[in-house]
C-alpha cells in the first residue's frame, strides 16, 4: 500500500467525518428537545428522502464489500445473497410497513403493546431489539475495524483498536446531539455516495468487456480456477445436506429478518402518513434493486479483471475484492487514477458504516428508553427526560459495542450479520405478525413468541460449528458443537411462531376483541394514527 493511497483515503476519511459533524451540530441547534424529534425527526420527512435514508441504512458495508467479495470468489452461489437481500423488500413493502406506521409510534414494542399488557410485552420486545441492534452493530464496528486497518495498510492490532473507537465516538455524537434528523441527513448522504461510486464502478467495468456481459461472465469463469462450476449452483453450497440445509436457514434469515430488524422499523415513523411510508418503500426498493443488481456486475468484475486467486490472497473472505477492483480499473496499483479510484471507494465504504452505526445505535437507544425504561418508571417517565435516557443510552450502548468490537477483532465476524438477521427474523417477526393479523392473540402469546424466538436462536448459535469444533471456528480449541448448522434460523424461525401459538392457546386470559378490532381499522385506514 502506497503512501499516496493511505494520504488520500485519510483526506476523504476526513472530508466526510467532517460533513457529517457540520450536519450533527446544525440539526442539534434546531432541535426543541422532544420525544418525537428524537425518536422520529419530528415525522417531517418526505417519501423520497426517507427512501433514500432506508436504502443508507439498509445497504451496509457487508452488502458493498462483502456480497461482491462472495460473488468474486463462488460465482453463482455468492449471487443469492444478492437475491435473499432484494426479495426480503417484498415482505416488508406488503406485510409491514403501511401496518407498523399506523400502529406503532416509535419503536416495534409500540405496535405489539397497543393490544396488550404494555410492561412485560415492552421488556420481552425492547430485550430482543436490542439483543439484535448490539449482533449487528458489534458486526460493523469490527467490520470498520478491518477493514480501515487494511485500507490504510496499519495491520497492527493497534490501528485496528483505534479505529473501533473513533467509529463508536463518533455514532454516539451523531446520535446523543442530532437524533433522528441528523442520522437521517448522514443516511441520506451515504446513499448517494455509495450509489454515486457503484454506478461509476460499474459502467467501468461494462466499458473494459465493451458492454458484453456475457464475456464478462466467460472471463471470470476462466479466471476464477473453477471454470464452468463458477457459474453454476453448488460452489459453496452444493455437496452434503448440512451445506444445503445451512443455505435454506441463510435464506430464510435474510428474507424474513429485514421485516424485525428494529432499525429498520424505526424509519417508517419519520414520515408524516402511512402512504408515505408505503412509498418511502417503493424509492428504497428502487435503489435497493439497482445497487444489488450492480453488486454483481462488480463480483463477476472482480473475478474477471483481479482474478478470484489475487482477491482470495488479499483477504480470504474476499471483502477487499473491490477495492482491488477499484485499483485496476483506474490504472493500477501506481498510477494516479488507481490511486484516487482506490481511496474514493476506501472513503464510501467507510461512510457506510458509519451511516449504519449511527441508525442501529438510534433504534437501541430509542428500546432501552421508550420500552425498557418507560415500562419500569411509566408512571414517573415524562417525554424530556425519556430522551435524555436515550442520550444516556446510546453513549453505554456505544461503550459495550467498543469493547465487544475490541475483544472480537481478530474473529470471524461474518456470521454476526446473519446472526442478527435470524434473531429479528426468529423473536421480533412472529410477534408482529400475530399482533396484526390474530384476532386471538394474547400478552402471554406475544411474551413467549419473543423469548420462544430469541432464546433458541442465541443458544443454537453457541452450540453451533461457528462458535467451536472446527479450524474457521470462534474457539477452534474447544468442541461443543451439537447443532450442525452455522444459521439457526430454520429452526429457531418456526420455534417463535409455535411458541407464540402455544402461549396464547394455553392463555387463561382472554383476547381482547375490541382492542384488536382497533387496531385493525388504525392498522388498515390509519385513523387515529400518530
Known amino acids: 500500500m502506497t503512501g499516496d493511497h493511505q494520504t488520500l483515503a485519510l483526506l476523504l476519511f476526513g472530508v466526510f467525518v467532517a460533513v457529517t459533524l457540520a450536519i450533527t451540530t446544525w440539526v442539534s441547534r434546531n432541535r426543541h428537545g422532544s420525544a418525537e424529534e428524537f425518536y422520529a425527526g419530528g415525522r417531517l420527512f418526505s417519501p423520497m428522502e426517507n427512501g433514500f435514508a432506508i436504502a443508507g441504512d439498509y445497504m451496509s458495508a457487508a452488502s ?28 416488508v413493502l406488503f406485510l409491514v410497513a403501511e401496518l407498523v406506521r399506523n400502529c406503532g409510534r416509535f419503536t416495534l414494542a409500540d405496535v405489539v403493546a397497543s393490544r396488550m399488557r404494555e410492561r412485560p410485552v415492552r421488556i420481552a420486545a425492547g430485550t ?29 492490532g493497534a490501528a485496528q483498536a ?10 454516539v455524537i451523531y446520535v446523543s446531539l442530532g437524533g433522528m434528523r441528523a442520522t437521517t441527513w ?55 445436506w448440512t451445506a444445503r440445509l445451512d443455505f435454506i436457514s441463510l435464506g430464510l434469515a435474510l428474507v424474513l429478518g429485514t421485516a424485525g430488524l428494529p432499525h ?56 477487499t475484492a473491490v477495492p482491488l477492483l477499484a485499483l485496476d480499473l483506474g490504472g493500477g496499483a501506481d498510477s494516479t487514477g488507481g490511486t484516487v479510484l482506490f481511496a474514493v471507494v476506501a472513503a464510501i465504504a467507510f461512510a457506510t458504516i458509519l451511516a449504519v452505526v449511527a441508525g442501529i445505535t438510534l433504534a437501541s437507544s430509542a428500546s432501552v428508553a421508550h420500552d425498557l425504561y418507560a415500562s419500569l418508571r411509566r408512571k414517573h417517565a415524562k417525554p424530556r427526560s425519556e430522551v435524555a435516557v436515550a442520550r444516556v443510552s446510546a453513549a453505554g450502548i456505544g461503550v459495550v459495542a467498543i469493547g465487544l468490537g475490541l ?37 402471554r402469546g406475544a411474551v413467549w413468541s419473543v423469548y420462544g424466538g430469541l432464546v433458541p436462536s442465541l443458544v443454537l448459535v ?10 474457521n471456528s470462534l474457539f477452534p480449541g474447544v468442541d461443543f458443537q451439537y447443532f450442525p448448522l452455522e444459521n439457526p434460523g430454520l429452526v429457531s424461525i418456526p420455534l417463535g411462531f409455535l411458541a407464540g401459538w402455544l402461549g396464547t392457546v394455553t392463555s387463561s386470559e382472554p383476547a381482547d376483541e375490541a382492542k384488536h378490532a382497533e387496531t385493525e381499522v388504525r392498522s388498515l385506514t390509519g ?3 400518530v
Open 162 to 171: 483505534w479505529t473501533v473507537i473513533g467509529v463508536g465516538a463518533l455514532m
Open 527 to 529: 385513523a387515529g394514527a
Open 128 to 156: 430482543s431489539s436490542v439483543t439484535v441492534s448490539v449482533l449487528y452493530l458489534v458486526a460493523q464496528m469490527v467490520g470498520a475495524g478491518s477493514l480501515v486497518a487494511l485500507l490504510l495498510g496499519g495491520t497492527s
Open 407 to 443: 475483544l472480537a477483532r481478530d474473529l470471524n465476524v461474518a456470521f454476526l450479520v446473519g446472526l442478527a438477521f435470524a434473531v429479528a427474523a426468529s423473536a421480533n417477526l412472529p410477534v408482529l405478525l400475530y399482533s396484526l393479523f390474530w384476532r386471538n392473540f394474547t400478552t
Open 264 to 319: 429498520i422499523l424505526s424509519r417508517f415513523y419519520t414520515v408524516p402518513t402511512a402512504r408515505a411510508a408505503r412509498r418511502s418503500v417503493v424509492w428504497s426498493i428502487g435503489l435497493i434493486g439497482s445497487f444489488y443488481l450492480m453488486t454483481i456486475v462488480l463480483g463477476f468484475g472482480a473475478a474477471a479483471i483481479v482474478g478470484s486467486d489475487a482477491v482470495r490472497g488479499s483477504n480470504a473472505a474476499g471483502n
Open 462 to 471: 453457541l452450540l453451533s460449528p461457528v462458535v467451536s469444533g472446527g479450524p
Open 186 to 240: 448522514i443516511q441520506i448522504v451515504k446513499a448517494v455516495l455509495l450509489m454515486c461510486g457503484a454506478i461509476a464502478l460499474t459502467v467501468l467495468v461494462l466499458v473494459r468487456f465493451h458492454g458484453d456481459f456475457d464475456q464478462l461472465l466467460r472471463t471470470a469463469a476462466d479466471r476464477s480456477g473453477h471454470g464452468s462450476q463458477f457459474l453454476a449452483p453448488g460452489l459453496k453450497y452444493g455437496g452434503d
Open 64 to 91: 458493498f464489500l462483502g456480497i461482491s467479495g462472495l460473488i468474486a470468489l463462488f460465482g453463482y452461489d455468492g449471487l443469492l445473497y444478492s437475491v435473499g437481500f432484494l426479495v426480503a423488500w417484498l415482505v
